[in-house]
């Protein structure tokens, strides 16, 4: 029998629009859907919010492992650049952090503003090493079209794209497929079109062909959780968010 091969899902989605809360969510569902399966949480966001959405704490990040083997190397130690890629592969693991049902890991963000070039291109090592220790792996992309232009995530197989009702959200999506279906080879795409202010507003939203996985409302209680820095596992079982992910996820993973 053919080994079923790793769902690796990408949330993407202009900045504002409810993305980390929504990948967060996902990563709930399956751990109370799979309780046998290995998940991995990815913050690829340099807002670094997943951790808390998931309630985790981080101590390393990919890029803190990155900069202390750059240094190693700048410090005058004679190991050859394989050997230092060796270590940077091997050392990824120490920032994998194992809690009940699911692991985790933050990509971090350079001190310094500006391009994360070196940061997404170890990003896409990162996804390329660990992915096949897991059955499902979840990020939580930067904001934007950056990581999916750089061909940071080709090889995601799942891409969900995260909208509001606004025009400037729609356009972001709109884009960022334009882009993947250039520069990616993905096997399913959707979209949820999140905190709306009333349901009424959906008919409005135009997202080209791009599938319409489920429509989520503006939610007061999930606001309070994300003032309050709570995790979204102790969200109700029948608050919009939990809901609306659940529909989505029985659409895209078919």
Do not use: W
């Not at 399956?30 to 670094?48: F, N, Q, S, T």
């Not at 025009?167 to 972001?172: E, I």
């Not at 949820?192 to 135009?206: C, F, H, T």
């Amino acid at each position: 029998m053919e080994e079923k091969k790793t769902v690796i899902l990408a949330v993407a989605g202009k900045g504002g629009v409810g993305k980390t809360s929504i990948a967060a969510t996902i990563v709930r569902l399956l751990v109370e859907g799979y309780p046998d399966k290995r998940i991995l949480a990815i913050d690829a966001d340099p807002a670094v919010g997943l951790s808390t959405a998931l309630g985790i704490d981080v101590e390393t990040t990919v890029d803190d492992i990155r900069k202390a083997v750059v240094a190693t190397a700048e410090g005058g130690d004679t190991k050859n650049a394989v050997e230092l890629l060796g270590e940077a592969r091997y050392r990824i693991f120490d920032a994998l952090v194992e809690t009940d049902g699911f692991s985790f890991i933050a990509i971090g963000r350079p001190e310094t503003a500006g391009c994360y070039c070196k940061i997404n291109s170890y990003l896409k090592e990162v996804i390329s090493i660990l992915s096949e220790n897991f059955d499902y792996v979840i990020i939580d992309g930067e904001a934007g079209i950056e990581q999916i232009n750089r061909r940071v995530m080709e090889k995601v197989t799942h891409l969900l794209l995260i909208t509001d009702s606004s025009k400037k959200g729609t356009q972001v999506i709109k884009t960022i497929r334009q882009v993947a279906d250039e520069l990616m080879m993905y096997e399913q795409i959707g979209m949820i079109a999140n905190r709306l202010p009333s349901m009424a507003v959906k008919e409005l939203i135009d997202t080209g062909d791009i599938p319409a996985l489920a429509y989520i409302p503006s939610d007061l209680s999930l606001a309070e959780f994300d003032l309050k820095g709570e995790n979204v596992f102790y969200l109700p079982e029948d608050a919009a968010i939990v809901q609306g992910v659940k529909e989505a996820l029985e659409k895209l993973l078919l």
